[in-house]
């Protein structure tokens, strides 16, 4: 019989799904330029508790220069560096127990990250790891600037799945997210001052233009009304902004075993318009909103607040 100590371990490591990882003798991350055999995963990464990832190479820096500065660590966080600095695919940065990772934009830019971070953590031995995405995404019906912490994360349908195509089969997998973690993180922006936060469902397109029913795109095969209307049936399945990656981070933590939470910005009202008008400055410092919250989180999970 095992300890239940022992089995609660075994239950917080991450979990990859694929009985093919055991038979390979050696595994390459290609697109973090790392790998079990030429470097030791478990030394390098083994101590990670949270995984902090992002759209943007330079907002990832900058989160992870944050990020050290909170957590008082030793060092200049100017001088911290890219692991994955022999690709320009991902950036990566590890501060103390926080990786900043960035994942580009869309599904397929994502999904190809979280299978490798997902395998990291593995190699890594990591247990206890809550993962966060930090974005930026268009509100619907929320003003500019208010956070929101994702409930569920939805398809154009507002259905909490992520259809996948396998082997020329749509596989279709669960979106749910950690609801402890989102009610945490709702705590938290209590606790701070001028981070506006709702908890609500987060549409996933795969699209910026068309495919958020924006019409300014180069194409546009719908008029006015039907946006609108769209936007207002988003509105009423809870839907309180969109984004581009929710549903694949939502799905595959879920398998693995993952906590994890979705923190994304809104840039503006999609009811008001679709272009981004606000000032640069204003926008850099709405993008510092997740990045704040998710902070406050870290620290009082260290019990450093
Ligand atoms: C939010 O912002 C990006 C598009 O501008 C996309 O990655 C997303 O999800
Ligand atoms: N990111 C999106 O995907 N949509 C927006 O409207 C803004 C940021």
Excluded: W
Excluded at 124 to 152: I, M, N, Y
Excluded at 262 to 291: K, M, W
């Amino acid at each position: 019989m095992f300890s239940p100590f022992f089995v609660e371990l075994i239950q917080q490591l991450v979990q990859v799904k694929n009985p093919y990882l055991d038979t390979m003798e050696e595994d390459i991350l290609y697109h973090f330029n790392l790998g079990t055999k030429t470097h030791n995963l478990p030394e390098m990464f083994g101590d990670i508790k949270f995984v902090c990832v992002g759209g943007s190479a330079n907002r990832m820096k900058a989160f992870a220069q944050f990020i050290h500065q909170e957590l008082k660590l030793s060092g200049n966080p100017e001088e911290i560096s890219d692991i994955c600095e022999g690709t320009d695919r991902y950036c990566m940065y590890k501060v103390g127990p926080v990786l900043s990772i960035s994942h580009g934009m869309g599904v397929p830019s994502i999904s190809i990250m979280l299978h490798e971070l997902i395998k990291l953590l593995h190699h890594a031995q990591c247990h206890d790891v809550v993962l966060f995405r930090l974005g930026t995404s268009g509100g619907v019906g929320l003003a500019p600037g208010t956070v929101v912490v994702t409930e569920k994360a939805v398809d154009y349908s507002f259905r909490p799945q992520f259809e996948q195509v396998v082997l020329g089969k749509v596989i279709t997998r669960s979106t749910e997210l950690d609801e402890g973690v989102a009610h945490e993180l709702l705590q938290c922006s209590s606790e701070l001052q001028n981070i506006p936060t709702v908890i609500g469902n987060t549409m996933c397109t795969h699209d910026f233009y068309e495919g958020q029913g924006r019409l300014d795109g180069a194409l546009c095969s719908f008029s006015h009304e039907e946006k609108l209307e769209y936007l207002r049936k988003a509105y009423d399945a809870g839907v309180r902004n969109i984004e581009m990656e929710s549903t694949v981070f939502a799905a595959m933590c879920r398998v693995c075993g993952l906590k994890a939470a979705v923190v994304c910005v809104a840039l503006l009202n999609r009811f008001d318009g679709d272009q981004i008008t606000s000032p640069h400055d204003v926008l850099v410092e709405y993008q510092q909103r997740p990045q704040a919250l998710v902070s406050h989180f870290i620290k009082k999970r260290l019990g450093l607040v």
